[in-house]
T-cell receptor, first 113, second 114 residues
Framework: EDKVVQSPLSLVVHEGDTVTLNCSYE??????LLWYKQEKKAPTFLFML????IEKKSGRLSSILDKKELFSILNITATQTGDSAVYLC?????????????FGKGTLLTVNP | DGGITQSPKYLFRKEGQNVTLSCEQN?????MYWYRQDPGQGLRLIYY???????QKGDIAEGYSVSREKKESFPLTVTSAQKNPTAFYLC?????????????FGNGTRLTVT
């Protein structure tokens, strides 16, 4: 059974801090790893990672994948209260036309002013 | 604007009743998915469909049923056989192969069964 584990499950920081969220996985036939941000309703897409060692960056957020050690990290620098959300990691795996996404439980990030 | 519409936003039902959640997309996506989200559990896959008239069970399909008669629509029925139906349900869609395109999510339906 495919497994995705996120840590920590929750985190409280102050504005301006830098945070690192972790996602490790055990899946068969890895295809990609995705990060989503969920504030109240629909998760919104942040990054898709398929290759090891290549950092993806968007403003203060960045993410990198290590396919040898089977994990990814999501970094947020200079956090703001608007970064408060649940951050979801998902791994796509499978072969041929049989693939699916498995989600981790998420990390609840609270940024206090 | 293209997107995914889930309705209703909130749904209340009595135990023993079947209920159908609607999901419609106008993104011309081939694949559609239903996830269930419980506090502290992340998203768990109920059913998915990669093409019209075909669908597969996810990890927690028991007590649920779906249909995919049209590309745009993927309704989910929560049957009375589902032991703990109260949850937040998210529908998503993607171009057939998610490696080339991330999931787009609807705003969810919060179902409460008493």
């Amino acid at each position: 059974e495919d497994k995705v584990v996120q840590s920590p499950l929750s985190l409280v920081v102050h504005e301006g801090d830098t945070v690192t969220l972790n996602c490790s996985y055990e899946v068969t036939n890895f295809r990609s790893l995705l990060w989503y941000k969920q504030e109240k309703k629909a998760p919104t897409f942040l990054f898709m990672l398929t290759s090891s060692g290549i950092e993806k960056k968007s403003g203060r957020l960045s993410s990198i994948l290590d396919k040898k050690e089977l994990f990814s990290i999501l970094n947020i620098t200079a956090t703001q209260t608007g970064d408060s959300a649940v951050y979801l990691c998902a791994v796509e795996a499978g072969g041929g036309s049989n693939y699916k996404l498995t989600f981790g439980k998420g990390t609840l990030l609270t940024v206090n002013p | 604007d293209g997107g995914i519409t889930q309705s209703p936003k909130y749904l209340f039902r009595k135990e023993g009743q079947n209920v159908t959640l609607s999901c419609e997309q106008n993104l011309n996506h081939d694949a559609m998915y239903w996830y269930r989200q419980d506090p502290g559990q992340g998203l768990r896959l109920i059913y998915y469909s990669q093409i019209v008239n075909d669908f597969q069970k996810g990890d927690i399909a028991e007590g649920y049923s779906v249909s995919r008669e049209k590309k745009e629509s993927f309704p989910l029925t929560v049957t009375s056989a589902q032991k703990n139906p109260t949850a937040f349900y998210l529908c998503a869609s993607s171009i057939k192969d998610p490696s080339n395109s991330p999931l787009h999510f609807g705003n969810g339906t919060r179902l409460t069964v008493t």
